[in-house]
């Protein structure tokens, strides 16, 4: 805080201010994290235009897949406005041109959205450095905050490295739920829907199917309520009806209509598939093993 109690630009320090904190934000595929993050971010007046650059005080890099060290930090300068680094550049020395270059342009946060990429496995030499390296840009004459943002796989890598993990504030949003979240997805569908010129028949237990359907993930909703909006006007038709969710669920998915949840009877019972499920849970098997290495290692 300023003087003037506003808030400023300049990360909040700890440990003798030493170091800056970051934030890990943990939600599945389609959830909308990356809008819900880049909106707080975008409409944060501590981090807005730089005077000296023109440029916003926040820096948003999409982590690539497979990533390393050194193509990340290619990708952060190139952000940056470096656009070619020598092959012959070492790791070492693109880490260190990521950090001056972040003090030279004013960034005070760094955003890495899917995280959970920069971790092959949870334990190798690779992990290790990626780890050391969030570290140290959070330290230092210019330490940034780091958000973080990726599937369930990132916590339980993070996890791994205590002085990490004590570093990054966790946030998880709460699934939708039936009952407590069925008017709020329902005024979205009828919102959505008056906005191009349809009414809007959405009745019974539609706003719960569409709720289980998208895996209980607001963004993924708001994908399937976009997709039948277009598949009704495609249509011609002048109300969305529950049949356009059928049709644009069913693209979505893949599936046989015997095994769409806006078309089954005993839609309750239907197990859906989710990746973030079976990779977060080999990630947090391999952890749970190295734990116990170290303890009889201790």
């Not at 993050?37 to 650059?53: Q, V």
């Not at 859906?272 to 303890?295: G, I, P, R, Y």
Request: aromatic share 6%; proline share 4%; charged share 30%.
């Amino acid at each position: 805080m300023g003087e003037d109690d506003q808030l400023m630009h300049e990360p909040v320090r700890f440990t003798n201010k030493t170091e800056a904190h970051g934030i890990i934000y943990i939600d599945g595929a389609g959830s909308g994290k990356s809008t819900t993050i880049r909106r707080g971010l975008a409409g944060f007046k501590a981090l807005a235009d730089n005077p000296e650059t023109g440029l916003p005080r926040w820096l948003p890099v999409m982590v690539e897949n497979p990533a390393t060290l050194r193509s990340l930090g290619c990708s952060i300068l190139e952000k940056l406005g470096i656009d070619t680094v020598s092959e012959r550049t070492k790791v070492h020395e693109i880490w260190k041109m990521v950090r001056h270059r972040l003090e030279v342009m004013g960034i005070s946060l760094l955003w890495l959205d899917e995280a959970h990429d920069m971790f092959k496995k949870p334990s190798s030499t690779e992990t290790e450095n990626m780890l050391a390296m969030l570290k140290t840009l959070m330290q230092g004459d210019h330490p940034v905050v780091l958000v973080l943002s990726g599937t369930e796989r990132l916590s339980a890598i993070t996890g791994l490295e205590p002085q990490i993990n004590r570093r990054f504030s966790k946030i998880r949003p709460e699934p939708l739920r039936f009952g407590v979240d069925d008017a709020r997805v329902t005024g979205l569908v009828t919102a959505y829907a008056k906005r191009v010129g349809l009414s809007c028949d959405f009745h019974g237990d539609t706003v719960q199917r569409l709720m289980h359907g998208s895996r209980y993930r607001f963004g993924r909703c708001i994908e399937t309520i976009i997709r039948a909006i277009r598949c009704a006007m495609e249509d011609g038709a002048e109300t969305l009806r529950v049949e356009h969710f059928e049709i644009a669920w069913g693209q979505l998915e893949a599936c046989d209509i015997t095994r769409n949840v806006f078309a089954m009877n005993d839609w309750p019972s239907l197990e859906l598939d989710d990746d973030d499920d079976s990779a977060s849970a080999s990630a947090a098997s391999m952890v749970a093993k190295q734990a116990k290495t170290k303890k009889r290692k201790g």
